[in-house]
């Protein structure tokens, strides 16, 4: 009687343990994975972040006095250009620098004829319709902002023949945020005034990135 006593003792306690750890499983499950309680999600009203950027930009080009455009594209400008926001091209992860010792030269070409030469600073690895990928990040001599040129499949047809720029955002912890639905077109796209420097063939991707800036074209 005594050992039925404390083997249905051992079942209930077995049993609860087992609600209790499926019940636990399910709250993590819940959460979103990349991302730890308090910590920024960058997703989080991203489409309309990008609505406001595209409506700045278009204001820019339409009525800074620095604006690209020429006087009379400026007259005419209805707008830029871009393919639909797609935020699964928005990719968070972390640039990894090379060290001192490793850092090399790169001369990148540019609309002018002659290579401008930066350092190659370090790299940013994501993956895209589970391939993995990797685009070099740039710094241009003496310091400054880093500077991210890649091109694309879409290069030359719906998009800049020479490529597009990608900013760098910033997060918490080391981490940045790369969203190809804020690729640019260099400014010589839109005056042949501008030095442009384009992205060396190891930035180039042989994918298509439809997301982002298409080509210009101004209404008639």
């Given at each position: ?14 049993l ?14 819940t959460?979103?994975p990349?991302?730890?309680?308090g910590?920024?999600n960058?997703l ?8 406001t ?8 080009f ?8 020429k006087e009379?594209?400026?007259k005419?400008f ?5 393919f639909?926001?797609d ?8 640039i990894?620098?090379y060290s ?9 070409p540019?609309?002018k ?9 370090g790299?940013?690895?994501?993956k ?13 001599l003496?310091g400054?902002e880093l500077f991210l040129?890649f ?10 023949p ?6 760098i955002?910033?997060?918490p912890?080391?981490k940045v945020?790369?969203d190809f639905n ?10 042949e005034?501008?030095?442009c420097?384009?992205a060396?063939?190891?930035n180039?991707l042989?994918i298509?990135?439809?997301a982002?800036e298409?080509r210009?074209r101004?209404s008639?």
């Amino acid at each position: 009687m005594e050992k039925n006593h404390i083997k249905k003792k051992f079942n209930r306690n077995f049993l609860s343990f087992l609600i209790v750890s499926l019940f636990t499983l399910i709250l993590i499950g819940t959460r979103n994975p990349p991302f730890l309680k308090g910590e920024e999600n960058p997703l989080e009203d991203r489409v309309e972040k990008l609505k406001t950027f595209r409506e700045r930009r278009d204001r820019f080009f339409k009525e800074d006095p620095n604006s690209p455009l020429k006087e009379f594209d400026r007259k005419n400008f209805k707008g830029l250009r871009y393919f639909p926001i797609d935020l699964r091209y928005t990719m968070v992860g972390v640039i990894k620098p090379y060290s001192d010792s490793k850092s090399l030269y790169v001369y990148l070409p540019t609309n002018k004829g002659r290579d401008k030469k930066y350092v190659r600073y370090g790299y940013f690895r994501f993956k895209w319709e589970g391939r993995e990928y990797v685009l070099q990040v740039y710094r241009p001599l003496g310091g400054g902002e880093l500077f991210l040129p890649f091109k694309d499949k879409t290069s030359g047809k719906e998009t800049y023949p020479d490529g597009r720029y990608l900013p760098i955002e910033t997060m918490p912890e080391g981490k940045v945020l790369i969203d190809f639905n804020r690729a640019s077109n260099p400014f010589c796209e839109y005056n042949e005034k501008y030095l442009c420097p384009f992205a060396p063939q190891e930035n180039w991707l042989p994918i298509e990135i439809r997301a982002g800036e298409k080509r210009y074209r101004h209404s008639p």
